[in-house]
């Protein structure tokens, strides 16, 4: 079992920036590859980024590439979202979310554990 704790999000203007954290506990965290998705009122949940259980690699929505960076540092059980030149079309609430997997996902229903998420508003 995997407890998954977001913070960090916020009421930014477009252009801002936010980092967002998500804090693991429970079973050992550098065994799971972790996730950032996002989810609009009235949308579907989607995939923003992906980090390998090294950090060595990592993978983006085409929509966030260039501008949001996902990090983790596993001597703190703890996975990053840098997010640069927020824009209003981010406004979401983000979730983390850890995959057992020996491989990457962008689909939300390969991962095992989620967090309770946190609000992201970017006005314009």
């Known amino acids: 079992q995997v407890q998954l704790v977001e913070s960090g999000g916020g009421l930014v203007q477009a252009g801002g920036s936010l980092r967002l954290s998500c804090a693991a506990s429970?079973?050992?965290?550098?065994?799971?590859?972790m996730g950032w998705f996002r989810q609009a009122p009235g949308k579907e949940r989607e995939f923003v980024a992906g980090?390998?259980?090294?950090?060595?690699?990592?993978d983006y929505a085409d929509s966030v590439k260039g501008r949001f960076t996902i990090s983790r540092d596993n001597a703190k059980n703890t996975v990053f979202l840098q997010m640069n030149n927020l824009k209003p079309e981010d406004t979401a609430g983000y979730y983390c979310?850890?995959?057992?997997?020996?491989?990457?996902?962008?689909?939300?229903?390969?991962?095992?554990?989620w967090g309770q998420g946190t609000q992201v508003i970017v006005s314009s």
């Open positions: 980090i390998s259980k090294s950090g060595g690699t990592t």
């Open positions: 429970g079973r050992t965290f550098s065994l799971y590859r």
């Open positions: 979310a850890a995959r057992a997997g020996s491989t990457g996902s962008r689909r939300p229903n390969m991962y095992d554990y």
